[in-house]
C-alpha cells in the first residue's frame, strides 16, 4: 500500500491575510461577533486612548480571548498564551495580538466585577433574538473545587490541638537548646537548632492568629489559602469550594443567570436566584421550579408572595414511601383552636417553641390517653405520649406539597433535568472544569459568568447557526 509523505520544504501560497484563514461558518466568528456587541461602558472597562506610557492590549481583544479560551477547556494563562502563537482561530480572533500569560493573568484578575457582568449582558441580548422567554425558570446548584486545598481548612478543634501539640515541640526544643550550650556553644547544631525554634514559634503565632479570626468572626472553619470558601461535600469526598448556581429558562435551555455561594448546601438560595434571573430579564416569572434540595418552607414563601408559582417538592414527596396509619398527615389541625387531633379523638395542644429548628411543639393534652391506649408502641413509645412538630411556615409547606402534584405541575418537573442539569454537565465533563482558578468569592463568581456565558453560546451557535448569530448580534 501506498502511503502520504508530508514535506516541510515544499514551496506553498498561503492567504495574504489572517482574515482568509477563517471560513465565514467558523465558530470563532459567533464570539468575535458576540463579545463586539458588548457594551464596555456598563461592563465598568473604559478605554482611554490617549493614555500616557506603554500601551496596553485592546481590552475587547482580551475579553474575547478569555470568553473563547474557555469555550474549549482552555483556563491556564500559560496555555492561553500559547494558543495566541499557534492556533489559527486565536490569531485570527487576537488579529495577531500575542500577550504573555502574566498580561492575561493580570487582566482577569483586575477585571472580576466587568466579567461577572458579562453573563447578564448576555441574557440580555438573547431576549432581544427571542431565545429566552423568561416564563419559567429553573433553579440547581453543583458542588465546585477552590483552588485551596481542604487540608489548610481550620477548626477551633484543630487549631487547639495542634497548639496543645506544638507547645510541648517547643519545649522538647528548648531543653535540646540547654543541653546542647552545655556541651558545645557556638557549634553548627546549636544554629539548627535555633532555627527550628524560630520556624515553630512562627507557626504557633499563625496558629493562634487563625484561633483569634475564628472566635472574633465565629466562624466554624476557615481556609487560610482563600478564606471564602466552605467545605463542600461531593462523590470524590469532602473539599475546599463553592455552591455554584444557575437559573435556566426553559424555552431553549439557556442560563438566564448565575451565581455563587459560600454554603454548603441549597437551602437559603432559591428567592435569592430567582429575584436575580428576574432582575436581568426585567420581568418575573411566571412559573419557578427546582428539586428538593431548595425545600425550605421560609425561601419559597418569598417567590410565592410574588404570585410566581413555585413547583418544589418537599424531602418527604421525593421519596414517595407510602403513608403510615399513625403519620402526622393523619392527625387534623384544627387552625382556630391550634390543635392537632389524634386518630383516636383525643387533643394534641401547643406545648413550646424550638428555637434552634424554628418549628413549635404540640403535645397529647393527657398523657394517660397514650398509655392507655391500644395503640400505644405504634404510634408513639414515649411515656410523656405523643408529640407533633409544626414548622413556623407549615401553611406553605403544604399549600406547595399540593401544588407539586398537579398534572401540569409534574409535567414541568420532569422536565427540570434535561434543563438545568445540562449546563453543569458541559461546564464539569466537556470543559473539564474541576476546580476554579480563582480564589475569593468575587473571583469565582466571575469565573462563573464566563463559564455561564460559554454554555449559552455554544448552545446559541446550535440553535441559529453561527452565520446568523453573527449577523443579529452585530446587527
Not at 277 to 296: I, M
Not at 314 to 332: A, C, I, V, W
Not at 392 to 412: F, G, R
Request: aromatic letters at 8%; charged letters at 30%.
Amino acid at each position: 500500500m501506498a502511503y502520504r509523505y508530508g514535506d516541510r520544504n515544499q514551496m506553498q501560497f498561503f492567504p495574504p491575510c489572517i482574515e482568509e484563514y477563517v471560513a465565514k461558518d467558523d465558530p470563532v466568528r459567533a464570539y468575535d461577533a458576540f463579545v463586539e456587541s458588548l457594551n464596555f461602558n456598563e461592563l465598568g472597562i473604559v478605554a482611554f486612548e490617549d493614555k500616557v506610557g506603554n500601551p496596553g492590549y485592546d481590552p475587547k481583544a482580551m475579553i474575547k480571548l478569555l470568553i473563547y479560551g474557555y469555550s474549549y477547556g482552555i483556563r491556564s494563562s500559560r496555555k492561553l498564551e500559547r494558543a495566541t502563537c499557534h492556533n489559527i482561530s486565536f490569531l485570527w480572533l487576537m488579529g495577531g495580538l500575542k500577550p504573555d500569560h502574566k498580561t492575561i493573568a493580570r487582566f482577569r484578575h483586575d477585571n472580576k466585577s466587568a466579567l461577572k457582568n458579562i453573563l447578564k449582558q448576555c441574557a440580555k441580548l438573547y431576549i432581544k433574538l427571542g431565545l429566552i422567554e423568561g416564563n419559567t425558570l429553573f433553579v440547581d446548584g453543583s458542588k465546585i473545587r477552590t483552588n485551596a486545598s481542604i487540608k489548610h481548612t481550620w477548626t477551633k478543634q484543630r487549631c487547639e490541638h495542634y497548639l496543645k501539640h506544638i507547645d510541648k515541640h517547643i519545649e522538647s526544643i528548648l531543653s535540646e537548646c540547654e543541653s546542647i550550650d552545655a556541651e558545645e556553644e557556638n557549634s553548627s547544631s546549636i544554629v539548627k537548632v535555633n532555627d527550628e525554634l524560630k520556624d515553630t514559634q512562627a507557626l504557633k503565632l499563625k496558629r493562634e492568629t487563625i484561633m483569634q479570626e475564628l472566635k472574633e468572626q465565629n466562624l466554624g472553619s476557615i481556609n487560610t489559602t482563600d478564606p471564602d470558601c466552605v467545605k463542600v461535600k461531593g462523590r470524590q469526598g469532602i473539599h475546599a469550594g463553592y455552591n455554584s448556581q444557575i437559573v435556566v429558562d426553559e424555552k431553549n435551555g439557556l442560563i438566564a443567570s448565575s451565581d455563587v455561594a459560600d454554603e454548603s448546601n441549597d437551602l437559603n438560595q432559591f428567592a435569592a436566584q430567582i429575584d436575580n434571573a428576574n432582575a436581568t430579564l426585567g420581568q418575573k416569572c411566571k412559573t419557578a421550579c427546582s428539586d428538593a434540595g431548595y425545600a425550605a418552607p421560609e425561601e419559597l414563601k418569598k417567590i410565592d408572595e410574588q404570585s410566581i408559582k413555585v413547583i418544589v417538592p418537599s424531602q418527604k414527596q421525593t421519596y414517595d414511601r407510602e403513608l403510615k396509619p399513625f403519620d402526622k398527615e393523619n392527625f387534623p389541625y384544627d387552625a382556630n383552636k391550634d390543635r392537632y387531633i389524634c386518630p383516636e379523638g383525643h387533643e394534641l395542644t401547643y406545648n413550646h417553641f424550638c428555637k434552634g429548628k424554628n418549628h413549635r411543639v404540640y403535645q397529647i393534652k393527657d398523657k394517660t390517653h397514650c398509655r392507655a391506649c391500644k395503640h400505644f408502641g405504634i404510634c408513639t413509645t414515649s411515656k410523656a405520649g405523643r408529640r407533633l412538630r409544626r414548622l413556623q411556615n407549615e401553611d406553605i409547606k403544604i399549600k406547595l406539597e399540593k401544588q407539586y402534584k398537579h398534572e401540569t405541575s409534574q409535567a414541568i418537573y420532569k422536565l427540570r433535568k434535561q434543563k438545568v442539569e445540562l449546563p453543569f454537565g458541559h461546564i464539569k465533563r466537556n470543559l473539564g472544569v474541576n476546580a476554579f482558578l480563582l480564589k475569593g468569592i468575587d473571583g469565582v463568581r466571575a469565573e462563573m459568568s464566563l463559564l455561564a456565558s460559554c454554555f449559552n453560546i455554544v448552545r446559541m451557535i446550535n440553535i441559529i447557526g453561527v452565520t446568523t448569530f453573527a449577523a443579529k448580534a452585530t446587527g
